[in-house]
T-cell receptor, first 114, second 112 residues
């Protein structure tokens, strides 16, 4: 079974631009979560989606948004990029929401903002 | 709110040494607890989990016991290998959703 895939793997953008990252969950998984990983702040939760609905959102500004499609694939968008948005963005999928369900992480998208 | 505190690294050990990485948490209710491992250039892999008090999670020689009385979930391995070198993250989630709260990570370096 294919794992969680994220595209692109690497991205370089300029301040003020916007970016869209994509995540394809494991087949059959309907829950997708996104995390930001930086050396300074560590791993921080961004959003959680299930059945095309956002269930939870972390403490990030409105520039960060996401969505989930009917096939469970998810995208996240960051508008008006800032230098501090440089990070590894990780996507995780699970069968359904709930701490008892194992979350499988993708390899991440490394975003560099210059 | 929820929080996870784990020992800062790096932890440097010789091969076959005993490993302990401390993790304590603060949470409301009865969270599930996890250890994830991250190898260089890769995403996170679930190492083990425990979903209720006194549960012991184990995998690949690693173990951790959910101690509600001390709010701890310390990771242990009896004999580490060079291939165990990685960053280890302790995490928790409430059972209503998938939001994981992570500790800061502990880098383990195992020398031959």
């Amino acid at each position: 079974k294919a794992g969680v895939t994220q595209t692109p793997r690497y991205l370089i953008k300029t301040r003020g631009q916007q970016v869209t990252l994509s995540c394809s969950p494991i087949s059959g998984h309907r829950s997708v979560s996104w995390y930001q990983q930086t050396p300074g702040q560590g791993l921080q939760f961004l959003f959680e989606y299930f059945s095309e609905t956002q269930r939870n959102k972390g403490n990030f500004p409105g520039r960060f948004s996401g969505r989930q499609f009917s096939n469970s694939r998810s995208e996240m968008n960051v508008s008006t990029l800032e230098l501090g948005d440089s990070a590894l963005y990780l996507c995780a999928s699970s069968l359904e929401p709930g701490g008892v369900y194992e979350q499988y992480f993708g390899p991440g998208t490394r975003l560099t903002v210059t | 709110g929820n929080s996870v505190t784990q020992m800062e690294g790096p932890v440097t050990l010789s091969e076959e040494a005993f490993l302990t990485i401390n993790c304590t948490y603060t949470a409301t209710g009865y969270p599930s607890l996890f250890w994830y491992v991250q190898y260089p250039g890769e995403g996170l892999q679930l190492l083990l989990k425990a979903t209720k008090a006194d549960d012991k999670g184990s995998n690949k020689g690693f173990e951790a016991t959910y101690r509600k009385e001390t709010t701890s979930f310390h990771l242990e391995k009896g004999s580490v290998q060079v291939s165990d070198s990685a960053v280890y993250f302790c995490a928790l989630s409430n059972n209503a959703g998938n939001m994981l709260t992570f500790g800061g990570g502990t880098r383990l370096m195992v020398k031959p």
